[in-house]
């Protein structure tokens, strides 16, 4: 195995789709960058119907529909976007190329839409944000307790990012990788040690989940910031009941991508049922298996508001940094744009059959 090729300078020639970048990253990787990017958990079963599921809703054409004149523009938590494709947290970026967060943020921002950076960013929240040029979004994980986890939360008001995207479905931490020297979560604080266990107590039970947070812990977050609160990792049309109900703005359906509990339905599969239990009390956004624009569309059609996605960008990001980024970005609106014309829907809101607000 020789070593992972440069990167490139400029978009590849004869890319078609997001897909089309994976020859390129894969040679531009380390081998065990490439796994820890591409892998799920256990038996990989919940990644594989991640991709499959979208597979399995039928779009039906609507020819004849005029549709001069359309555009993919949303507007979500006040800031118009020119496109309901967000980029998702993806912790580490300078694994994947120098530039790292600063890469995807400013890809983001040249196609006029939103990426939400990771508690495990490799920038800090203030340079990654210079980049970009525009206010952003912040995922925050739990901080093991809430002064710690507050005072993450108030440096990323600080520097401007404007929602909070809040991951409960993975409070076991398990390090899959060996960071490089040099690439770690710069955002974050040395945590305090691990709890020491007594001999009849459990790793899991007393030790990992005695850090994570809890339904109260969210009504406390809820409590701590005016800025738009959403919730990622909600599988269950109770959890998303509940979660509007204790005041957030929204939620994203998600299994992680995969990552995290195998086994996991996917996300579109419980889509609809959240959709009807968030009732529009909040935005509903959906990630995990994405990965052109039919399968937003289709995420859309089903009653997603927006859809984050996640490896693709990064696949650009390896291969040429902003630029494969913003192509990715870009390939996706186009096939976003060419379904809606072929099903004759004018505007993201013929597609949710919802008013964007
Ligand atoms: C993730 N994801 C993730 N989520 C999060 O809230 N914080 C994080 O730091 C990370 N880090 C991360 C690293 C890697 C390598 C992957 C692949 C994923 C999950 C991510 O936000 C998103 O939910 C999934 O990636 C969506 O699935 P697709 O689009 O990759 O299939």
Request: some cysteine.
């Amino acid at each position: 195995m020789g070593e992972p090729l440069p990167k490139l300078s400029r978009i590849p020639e004869g890319i078609l789709n997001p897909a089309g970048y994976l020859p390129f990253a894969k040679e531009r990787l380390l081998p065990e960058i490439w796994r820890y990017l591409k892998e799920g958990s256990g038996n990989q079963s919940t990644l594989q119907a991640n991709e499959r599921v979208f597979d399995h809703i039928p779009l039906i054409p609507r020819p004849l529909a005029d549709v001069r004149g359309s555009h993919t523009r949303i507007t979500l938590f006040g800031q118009t976007l020119a496109h309901p494709i967000i980029l998702a947290p993806l912790a580490y970026q300078r694994l994947y190329h120098p530039h790292g967060e600063s890469a995807s943020a400013m890809a983001a921002a040249a196609q006029e839409g939103q990426l939400c950076v990771s508690s495990l960013a490799s920038q800090t929240l203030e340079e990654i944000i210079t980049a970009a040029g525009q206010p952003l979004w912040f995922q925050l994980y739990w901080q093991e307790d809430r002064p710690r986890t507050l005072k993450l939360l108030q440096r990323a008001i600080a520097a401007d990012y404007r929602a909070i995207v809040f991951t409960v479905d993975a409070p076991v931490k398990q390090a899959t990788i060996q960071l490089p020297a040099g690439i770690h979560a710069v955002n974050l604080e040395t945590p305090p040690p691990f709890p020491s266990l007594l001999p009849q107590q459990s790793q899991v039970f007393d030790g990992w989940m005695a850090q994570a947070p809890c339904w109260e812990d969210l009504a406390w977050l809820r409590e701590q910031t005016t800025l738009p609160l959403l919730v990622k990792g909600i599988l269950h049309p109770q959890d998303a009941a509940k979660v509007v109900e204790l005041g957030c703005d929204g939620l994203v359906v998600s299994n992680h991508g995969g990552r995290v509990l195998d086994g996991a339905p996917t996300s579109l599969a419980c889509l609809p049922e959240i959709v009807s239990a968030v009732s529009g009390r909040g935005k509903v956004l959906l990630d995990s298996g994405i990965r052109n624009g039919r399968d937003v569309y289709k995420a859309l059609a089903l009653g997603a508001d927006a859809v984050l996605i996640g490896r693709p960008y990064i696949w650009g990001l390896a291969t040429a940094g902003a630029l494969g980024v913003a192509h990715v970005i870009r390939l996706l609106r186009d096939e976003l744009e060419m379904t809606m014309a072929l099903t004759g829907a004018a505007n993201i809101s013929e597609i949710t059959g919802q008013t964007q607000s």
